[in-house]
């Protein structure tokens, strides 16, 4: 790859360094400080010509900085003035109400157990007026914790704000397995959900950092999500307030371990948190500032010209400098477009542009004649035949040992013995076991996958008592009827999912999602609806009916498997009424909203289905280990599972499954405002939120709005999802283009994002929008003047 004129096009910015090394103490005075910082950041990334432009895309890649910056991220040095330690500032020592210190992940800091009661964890004044002058015209921060959270619950890890408006709240769903951030900008919320399970009964460490627009999420020291949002508010009002554990006095509970909150204010401070990660260019905060001191430039780089001119004229002979990405793969370095065999020997792999794409080898069917069976060879994927062994009605593959008076092994159609040293066994003769095909005994309970029994990377090893298998994860499918090795099945194509109406499934690797049509939100994980009466919960509708918006209103429908008029639904008995499809032989049983087949024993009945390792007969009917609220039926070989149906009249209901059949005092909970009351499993819409009481417990997400497929949005006053806009003035919310500028009417070019005054127009604030110049005039300030 020849890259003609490349070393043109690099050639300014590198001139524009040399000017910053030139400059930088007359022109700036950046001797010491966070502006001596930005010099040392700004740098190409890699050899292949990438401008820390797109610092957005940057990886953790990185080389060690020998900059200052740097050695204050790492703890060398911190500046105590550029942090706060939240659980030192509120002295959790002596709270006694809610709290209780514990042992936390590491012994260097104090640990608190959030206990599930009312509590009171906010700051005290001083507190929060040293919160709000650190984050006083500051553009970036980090927020640090390590927590234990208590798994399926819900609650805000830290909250600042005033009265019912979050400047910074951090909050973990483990009801929807989501890590919400809600903040402010223009003076309305904004919330960034990521989905994410935080509340699983571990520690993790969390870090989130904003620089300007630009946010990162790390859990345990990994980037989990990089996001352009819309720059949040910094200058927090004098009557903000910190809660540490709770949103605030009624709402937002945190139930479990907390160590180590934190506030930074450097670039990129996760870095104190994970000292191992690094960076090599500018955040978007201080890259900013150092794109607004280039362009200050411009008039000193156009003096340069003839210099700039002699410098290309030097350079001339680079032009055929070779740019190559390559691959490193376990210590191996790969050039572009080289291609090798993975260690497994089923994967065939390529380096393309510094990237690493595989793809497995596709086995041909393998039909053995009768004497041979199918057989894995040494550094092959694919299995071949090989002669079988028989000995007193046994069959044996090739290597497989059988023990009858001496070990023999079968080696090309041929039992031959072999002598083999059983080494000695550390358990009671009656906890010996004989392992099939293997000659010496092993103790009970024996690792026989650590024996390095060969799964692909969509299937798992399981131990049973004489061997091991591989068997498919969960999501994927044998290939040619070999659990080592697994495919993806595409549950939507296959039309195994539970995505209701108004819904479109979208396959993911080993399982897959139900997203809304657009116009729709959702109510759960599998179902979405029209906004107006259904999705506020004012409606009328019977519990086993859907509720359907319409123009005047709303109508019910009976689900399938009930009769009525949709405020009353009553179940169909399939098995009274004779309608059910049951084979002859099998017996039917009504169920809610439906019916199933159990299948009598005896010989006549067939079609178990194998589950776990073992069978499930046909007929079967079970609850999941891993998700008690459903429930599994086997039917003809095939399993089908679905929710478990709630019958609130049944004194002994699944509370957790069925939150609406929960009348307890202690599981209702009051609403934002304080003033209504809703029972567990209530639905109810606050705040461009969706609610939900559980157990107590208030769980809100943010409304899932339509994408719009339009440059520029607004939000209209009492609405809660954009709507497109032509002009960029109106716009609320836009990506701003540095390369879009505007005259300012001072003969100054402004970048896109720019604010400035009129000239002669004291009262008037104009502002760039990627090319485009906005003025509004302050009415109160033309009162005053």
Known sequence: MRHKNSWKKILPILFIVMLLLIVHTAVFKWSTGPKTLLLGKFSVCNNCHRSCEREQ?????????????????????????????????????NTTLGVTQVSGLHNASKAFLFQDTEREIHAAPHVSEKLIQLFRNKSEFTFLATLQQKALTSGAILSIRELEHSYFELESSGLRDEIRYHYRFNGKTRTEVFPYRLADGQWHKIAVSLSASHLLLHVDCNRIYERVIDPPEMNLTPESSLWLGQRNRKHGFFKGVIQDVKVIFIPNGYITQCPNLNRTCPTCSDFLSLVQGIMDLQELLAKMTAKLNYAETRLSQLEDCHCEKTCQVNGLIFRDKDSWVEDDHCRNCTCKSGVVECRRMSCPPLECPPDALPVHAESQCCKVCKAKCIYGGKVLAEGQRMLTKTCRECRNGVLVKVTETCPPLNCSEKDHVLPENQCCSVCRGHNFCAEGHRCGENSECKNWNTKATC??????????????????????????????????????PGSYRCDCVSGYVRVDDFSCTERDECGSGQHNCDENAICTNTIRGHSCTCKPGYVGNGTICRDIDECALKIHTCWNDSACVNLAGGFDCLCPSGPSCTGDCPHEGGFKRNGQVWTLREDRCSVCSCKDGKIFCRRTACDCRNPSADLFCCPECDTRVTSQCLDQTGHKLYRSGDNWTYSC??????????????????????????????????????????????????????????GITRLSGAVWTMVGSPCTTCKCKNGNVCCSVDLECLNNN
């Open 57 to 93: 895309n940057a990886s953790s890649r990185a080389s060690s900085l020998p900059f200052e910056w740097f050695h204050v991220a790492v703890g060398f040095g911190m500046d105590p003035d550029l942090q706060i330690d939240i659980i030192t500032e509120l002295d959790l020592v």
């Open 689 to 746: 939120q969706q609610c939900r009481c559980l157990e107590g417990e208030v769980d809100c997400w943010p409304l899932q709005c339509p994408t719009l497929n339009c440059e520029y949005t607004a939000i209209s006053e009492g609405e809660c999802c954009p709507h497109c806009v032509s002009d960029p003035c109106l716009a609320d919310s836009i990506t701003y283009d540095i390369r879009k500028t505007c005259p300012d009417g001072y």
């Open 471 to 508: 068997e498919c994860k969960n999501g994927y499918l044998s290939v040619q009827g070999d659990s080592a090795y697994c495919e993806d099945i595409d549950e939507c194509a296959a039309k195994m999912h539970y995505c209701h109406a108004n819904t479109v499934c979208v396959n993911l």
